[in-house]
C-alpha cells in the first residue's frame, strides 16, 4: 500500500527516505545537504537532480514543522524591515555558504599572505592571457605590412571591414557572453573560448579571399568577448575594491607587452623563406599555437571563484570571501535575477561609462592602422615593424604609472585619467599641423596619441568598483563592453582613402574624443560624490541587519544561520551603506 505525504508517493523508488512507521527518516537531512551541495556546483543539473533536490526539500519541510518551528516569513519588504527574516540559499552571494553564522579572525598578516598566494596563482595566468588576446587581436594590423592584403586580394574598404567585424561579433555575443559568465565557472567558461578562437586565429593562414578572412575574424570577435568580462570578474571576486585598480591595470598593460613581443614574432616571420607560405601566414600559426597552449592551461589551472580555488585550503577560501567583505559586493550568485537586470539598465552610471568607453575607443581603430601609418611616413617594413615596439613600451609605462597613482591617492581615479587625456590631444595636434617632411616629429605626435589608454583601464576598475549585485555587475560589464565594441567598430571607417596620406578628418575626430572623455570621467565622479553625501545624510538601514539562510546539519535537523548584509547580493543601490568610491 502507498501512502502519499505531500504529494509524494512512498514507492519503492523512494522507500529508503521513509522509517517503518512511515514518516520521514532523519537520513533526509543528509540527503537535501549532500543534494543542495550538488546544486551549488552544477548551476544546470539534470532533471532527476532538480526533481530530487525539490522531493527532498519538500519532505524536509514537512519532518521540520513536524519537530520544530520556524520564524516568520515575510514577502514585503516593507514589512521585512526591523524583523528577522529566511531567505532562499539561492538569493544570497555564494560566499555567504562559507562565512554565514559566525565570524572568521583574520588579522592583516593573514589577510596579506592570503593575497599574496591569490597574486601568485591567478595574477600570471590573468597577465599571460591578455597578452596573448591582445596579440591575437592585432595580427590583422601586423599582416598587413607582411602582404595579407596583396595575397588575399583585399582593397582599404575590406580591409577596414575585417576589423569592424571583429568588434561588431564583439558586440553581438558580448551579452551572452557575460550571462554565460554568470551561469557556468568562470574559468572554464574562458577555457573553452580561448580554445575556438585559437583554432580561428590559426585558420587564417588558409583563408584566400575576404570571404574567408570574414568568418574567422567574426568567430574570433565572439569568443575574445568573454576574457575582459571575466577578468571583471574575477578581479572583484578575489580582490578588495582598493586593490582591483592595481590588478586592473596588471593585466590591461600587458596590450603595450603584446605590443612589442608581436613585433619581434613579425621580425622573426619577415626572415622564414618556405615556398607557397607567406610571413603574414607563419605570424598567424605562431600566435595560433601559443594560444592553444594557453586554452589548456587554463582549463586546469584557472580557478572559478575564491569557493571553490584548488589552491586554497578549505579555511583559506573562507577567508579569502571574507577579505572582500568589505567591498560589499560578495562573490559571485549564479541566479540571475531580473529586477537587477532592470536596475543597470535604469541607473545613469551605467550609460555614462558607456558613453565614456564608445568615445574612448573610437581612437583604438589606430591599433590596426599604426604600422600603415609608420610606414607611410617612409620607413620600411622592417623599421615599421620595430617601431611598433615603441608603442607599446608607452602603454607599459603609462598604464603603469597610471594605475599606481590612482591607487595611492585617495579618490582620484577621474583626476588622474583625465590628466592622462592632455598628451592624446597634443599628439592629435601636432600630428595634423606639423609639416609632412617632418617625419621624426610626425612619428613622435603618433607616439603620443597612445597614452589615452590609461582612462579606459580607470574606468574598468571603477565600473566594477561602483556596481554591486551579482546580475546588475555583469549586465553594466556586457554595455560597457558592448559600448567599447561600438567605438571600435566605428573607428576603422575613418580611415578612407579619400584621407591618406595626412588623414587630418581622422585625427580631428580623435581629438574631438580625446576632449569629452576626460569631461566625462569628471562628470561621473560629482555625480558619485553627491550621491555618498546623500547617503551620509541618511538615518541608519537596518532592513537587511536580521536575514538568515536555512540549512540541515548532520543530524537532520534545521538549522539557521545569519548573513551579513555584504553576502545578500544587494545591488549598491538597495545596500544604503554602500558609498562610491571615488
Request: net charge neutral; aromatic share 12%; glycine share 6%.
Amino acid at each position: 500500500m502507498e501512502d502519499s505525504i505531500l504529494g509524494i508517493k512512498r514507492s519503492e523508488d523512494f522507500k529508503w527516505i521513509f522509517s517503518s512507521d512511515g514518516r520521514p527518516s532523519r537520513s533526509l537531512g543528509d540527503l537535501h545537504l549532500l543534494l543542495s551541495f550538488l546544486s551549488l556546483f552544477h548551476p544546470l543539473p539534470s532533471p532527476l537532480l532538480s526533481r530530487a533536490l525539490v522531493i527532498s526539500a519538500a519532505i524536509g519541510s514537512k519532518m521540520s514543522s513536524e519537530t520544530s518551528s520556524e520564524k516568520p516569513r515575510f514577502e514585503d519588504e516593507k514589512q521585512q524591515q526591523h524583523h528577522a527574516h529566511n531567505v532562499k540559499v539561492s538569493e544570497v552571494d555564494t560566499g555567504a555558504q562559507l562565512v554565514a553564522g559566525g565570524e572568521i579572525e583574520l588579522d592583516e598578516a593573514e589577510a596579506l599572505r592570503i593575497r599574496k598566494k591569490i597574486d601568485w596563482h591567478i595574477l600570471p595566468l590573468m597577465c599571460t592571457l591578455y597578452w596573448v588576446q591582445f596579440m591575437d587581436k592585432t595580427t590583422l594590423g601586423s599582416s598587413a605590412i607582411l602582404g595579407i592584403e596583396t595575397a588575399t586580394h583585399l582593397n582599404t574598404n575590406q580591409y577596414n571591414w575585417l576589423g569592424t567585424i571583429f568588434y561588431l561579433s564583439y558586440l553581438l555575443f558580448e551579452y551572452p557572453q557575460n550571462l554565460a559568465l554568470q551561469r557556468f565557472p568562470v574559468g572554464k567558461w574562458m577555457s573553452i573560448n580561448i580554445l575556438i578562437w585559437s583554432a580561428a586565429l590559426a585558420s587564417h593562414a588558409a583563408c584566400k579571399n575576404f570571404a574567408g578572412l570574414f568568418i574567422v575574424r567574426l568567430i574570433l570577435g565572439a569568443c575574445e568577448g568573454s576574457i575582459t568580462a571575466g577578468f571583471m570578474i574575477v578581479s572583484s571576486m578575489f580582490y578588495t575594491r582598493k586593490e582591483q585598480t592595481l590588478r586592473t591595470g596588471y593585466w590591461f598593460l600587458m596590450n603595450g607587452t603584446a605590443q612589442i613581443i608581436s613585433g619581434f614574432i613579425s621580425f622573426g616571420s619577415l626572415h622564414i623563406k618556405t615556398t607557397g607560405f607567406e610571413p603574414w601566414q607563419w605570424l598567424m600559426i605562431i600566435t595560433g599555437v601559443i594560444t592553444f597552449i594557453c586554452a589548456i592551461c587554463y582549463w586546469f589551472l584557472f580557478p572559478d571563484s575564491p569557493t571553490n580555488a584548488w589552491f586554497l585550503t578549505p579555511d583559506e577560501r573562507a577567508k579569502a570571501v571574507q577579505r572582500i567583505k568589505e567591498n560589499q559586493t560578495g562573490v559571485e550568485n549564479k541566479h540571475f535575477k531580473k529586477e537587477q537586470m532592470i536596475e543597470a539598465l535604469t541607473d545613469p552610471k551605467t550609460w555614462l561609462f558607456a558613453l565614456f568607453s564608445a568615445l574612448d575607443n573610437v581612437p583604438n581603430s589606430l591599433t590596426n592602422q599604426r604600422q600603415i601609418i609608420v610606414s607611410s611616413f617612409g620607413f620600411s617594413p622592417l623599421q615599421t615593424t620595430l617601431l611598433g615596439c615603441v608603442d607599446g613600451f608607452i602603454e607599459i609605462t603609462t598604464i603603469w604609472t597610471g594605475v599606481i597613482f590612482a591607487s595611492r591617492w585617495k579618490d582620484a581615479r577621474a583626476y588622474v585619467g583625465a590628466v592622462y587625456f592632455l598628451p592624446n590631444l597634443l599628439g592629435c595636434i601636432l600630428i595634423n599641423t606639423l609639416p609632412w617632411s617632418d617625419k621624426v616629429g610626425l612619428l613622435f605626435s603618433q607616439w603620443l596619441t597612445g597614452v589615452g589608454t590609461t582612462g579606459f583601464v580607470l574606468s574598468l576598475a571603477w565600473l566594477s568598483q561602483t556596481t554591486a549585485g551579482h546580475t546588475k555587475r555583469v549586465t553594466t560589464n556586457a554595455i560597457m563592453l558592448s559600448a567599447y565594441c561600438v567605438g571600435n567598430a566605428a573607428g576603422p571607417f575613418l580611415w578612407q582613402a579619400k584621407y591618406k596620406p595626412r588623414n587630418h578628418v581622422p585625427w580631428i575626430v580623435i581629438a574631438i574624443c580625446y576632449t569629452i572623455c576626460p569631461l566625462l570621467l569628471l562628470f561621473i565622479r560629482r555625480r558619485l560624490a553627491a550621491e555618498n553625501t546623500k547617503r551620509d545624510h541618511e538615518p541608519p538601514d537596518d532592513t537587511y541587519d536580521d536575514v538568515y539562510i536555512e540549512s540541515v546539519d548532520v543530524n537532520g535537523k534545521r538549522v539557521e544561520k545569519k548573513v551579513d548584509k555584504e553576502f545578500l547580493d544587494l545591488t549598491d543601490r538597495q545596500n544604503r551603506d554602500f558609498r562610491y568610491v571615488l
